[in-house]
Structure formats: C-alpha cells, structure tokens
C-alpha cells in the first residue's frame, strides 16, 4: 500500500488535482476521483489522511507564496517529521511548486478582488473634420473603449472621447502613479 | 419686392448671385430665412437690434425664454411675427458661424445677404456679430456643442497594497484604484491590477504620439 502512495506520477496528478479544486476554483474534484483516478488500489480510509497532508503542505506552501529557499527548508523539516514526507515526495512538490507559483498566486490574488476590474482597452484616432455647428474642425480625437467587468459577470464596455489636452493630462495622472508605485514598492 | 411678394427669395438661385457661388445658407434657402426679409421692412430697428442680442445670447447658450417673453410684450410682435424672426435670425447666424473666417468672407456674407433683400441696415448690423468681437466666445460655444461621446471630466485614483487577505498570508501586492467621472453625471469605480495599468498607460502614450502625427498630417494638407 505504502508503495502505491510512493508513486511519483500519482503524487504530481493529485497536486495538479489539489490546485485545480483550491486554487482554480474547478468544482466536482471529489476525494473519490482522485482517488479512483490516482491510487485506484488504496483503500479511502488510507487514501483520506494523505490527501489531507497534502493538502495541508500544498496549502501552507501557496499561503506562504514561499521562495524557493522557504521552500526547502519547509520541505525538509516535512521530510524530518513523525508521519511527514519521504524525500521523494518532497522532490515533487517542489517541482510542482515551480512549475505553478506564478498561476497560482495570480488566482489568491484574484480572489480577493471584489470590485470590478479593468479587463480591456481598445482605442481609436480620428480626425474630426465637420459637424453641424462647424464646417472644419480637423482636430484629432481619440475614442477609447474600457472593458470593465467583476470577476464570474459579464463585461461593461465604456466608450469615451478624448481630445488632445485631456489625452496628456490621463497620461499625467497615470505617470503620477507608476511613482507612487515604484516609490511604495522600493525595497526598504 | 413688389408684385412678386413672399415668393422673390425663391427665385434667386445661388448661381445667380454675380460671383456665381453657393450661398452661405446652402443650396436650398432655408424657409425661416426665406420668410424674414417681408417681416423686415416697417420692423423698428430698435426692435430688431434687441432680437438679436437675444438670438446672440441664445447662440451662447444662455436661457431666453424669458427675455422673448418680455420682447413680445414691450415690441407689440404677433407671436407668429416674432417667431419668423428668431427662428430666422438664429439659422442665419449659425450658418454663417459654422464657416470659417476664410470660406465666408465679410464682403460675400454682406452681398448675400442683400441679394435677399434683407434691409442694409441690418445687414450691418448681422455683419458686427458675425465678423466682430464676439465670433471668438461663439466659435468655442459651437465646438462645445458638437456632436460628443462622454468624456472624463474628473479622474481620482489611489494606490492601494494588499497586506494580507484570506487567500494569502503575505501578500504585497499593489493595485490601483480608478474612480471616473463623466460629462454625462455617472460615475464609474474600477480596479486595475498591475499589468493591465502598464499597458494601460503604454497605450495612452502610443495614442498621444498617433494624435499628434494626425494633427501634422492634417497640417501639412491645409498649406498644400
């Protein structure tokens, strides 16, 4: 039995699984399929106490958003614990790690975001050249469309003008930004 | 003027006028105007010069409503009267705004206008509004007046960093905050994560170089 739970593939599919139902928000991966899928041969009672293991590790690793130095040293005092991780083991959720960090931080990240968000912007320049109250205009105008949604609804589209002047003052106001940010964000 | 009555206005084809152009009211005369010059000729200038200050202030965007009531009762107009009138006067003059000093020049507005038989004096008198020192503030009225998509009249932001949430213990992550008001009263609140706010702002610039090539462009065409 130990043997099975040993498997380095099995491991790697059950995280995948693990991720897809925590991280990802995929419904319907029940115990049962990955066990059915993944160790076919152990029993459920076997099978439910090292799925939570690893979930718990999986869990404590993506909440942490651990480095790859926090990671193997998180590893390996699993690997040194009563009823941790074999060595093995510890390889596979690292490789895991890596190859995922980045998708699953994006998605703890979105989840705590509950206002909309700017998902899109697409934009256009004409030329103004006449309108019922002027016969020449020939000013540039730009037209751009904001795609603005919350996450799970559909998108707002937001079509706006911009003439030339508040074009420079948008890019301003977004360069005053990019400051705070960099400012904010400078290591300490 | 005479035997012909209300009908003379119509009988002057632009291509008739001597310099052989269109006239500055279009191809076909408009009925308000065609309807003025009868009205005209025993009108009190005063009367008149009054009418048109308020067609002016109309013209500015100001509320006349009033003012047309009190011209009415102090000038003894019939309602019809007065109506031609305004209505007259109004397109007139927002016709030949719509033009640029150099397609409508002062000499061709006055022969036009005269060409209607629209009484000299008044022909002056519409020339001072149209060529004086108020074309400027009615020029900008105009454009403001065109034709608009909402556009942002009041931008606010904020920079917020996400310390902590349930889904992450340490998280640091930046997000900015945009809050939007239109020039049509709504407001709109929205967050832009941090890549999108890079391109955001990489598309902002792009659009601000492509206006400005435009305008070059458009320059270049006029002086050709």
């Known amino acids: 039995m130990a043997g099975e739970l040993e498997s380095s593939k099995a491991l790697s599919g059950l995280l995948n699984g693990l991720a897809q139902e925590a991280f990802y928000g995929h419904q319907g991966i029940t115990e049962e399929l990955l066990r059915s899928q993944l160790y076919p041969e152990v029993s459920l009672e076997e099978f439910r106490p090292f799925l939570a293991k690893m979930r718990g590790i999986l869990k404590s690793i993506a909440s942490a958003d651990m480095d790859f130095n926090q990671l193997e040293a998180f590893l390996t005092a699993q690997t040194k614990k009563q009823g941790g991780i074999s060595s093995d083991q510890a390889t596979v959720i690292s490789k895991f790690w890596k190859s995922h960090k980045i998708k699953i931080r994006e998605s703890l990240v979105n989840q705590s975001r509950w206002d909309s968000g700017l998902r899109g912007l697409s934009w256009r320049v004409d030329g103004k050249s006449q309108s019922r109250h002027s016969a020449q205009i020939h000013t540039p105008v730009a037209i751009m469309e904001l795609e603005i949604g919350k996450s799970g609804q559909e998108s707002e589209f937001l079509c706006l003008e911009f003439d030339e002047v508040k074009v420079n003052q948008l890019l301003k106001k977004l360069s005053e930004v990019e400051e705070s940010i960099s400012t904010l964000m400078q290591p300490a | ?224």
């Not at chain 2, 108020?134 to 065109?146: F, T, Y």
């Open chain 2, 1 to 224: 003027m005479s035997a012909v009555g209300t009908a003379a206005p119509y009988l002057h084809y632009p291509a008739d006028s001597h310099s052989g152009r269109v006239s500055f009211l279009g191809a076909q005369l408009p009925p308000e105007v065609a309807a003025m010059p009868r009205l005209l000729g025993d009108l009190d200038r005063g009367t008149f010069r009054k009418l048109l200050k308020l067609v002016v202030s109309s013209l500015q965007g100001e509320d006349c409503r009033e003012a047309v009531q009190r011209l009415r009762a102090g000038a003894d107009l019939s309602e019809e009267r007065l109506g031609v009138l305004l209505a007259g006067t109004n397109t007139l003059l927002q016709q030949a705004i719509r033009l640029p000093p150099a397609s409508l020049k002062p000499d061709a507005f006055q022969d036009q206008l005269q060409e209607l038989c629209i009484p000299q004096d008044l022909v002056t008198d519409l020339a001072s509004v149209v060529f004086g020192s108020q074309r400027p503030l009615l020029n900008s009225v105009a454009r403001q007046q065109g034709a608009w998509l909402p556009h942002v009249s009041r931008l606010c932001w904020r920079v917020d960093v996400a310390i902590s949430t349930s889904a992450l213990a340490r998280s640091l992550q930046p997000s900015v905050l945009m809050q939007l008001k239109l020039s049509d009263g709504s407001a709109h609140r929205f967050e832009i994560p941090t890549a999108k706010f890079q391109e955001l702002r990489y598309s902002v610039a792009l659009v601000l170089k492509e206006m400005a090539d435009l305008e070059k462009r458009c320059e270049l065409k006029l002086q050709a």
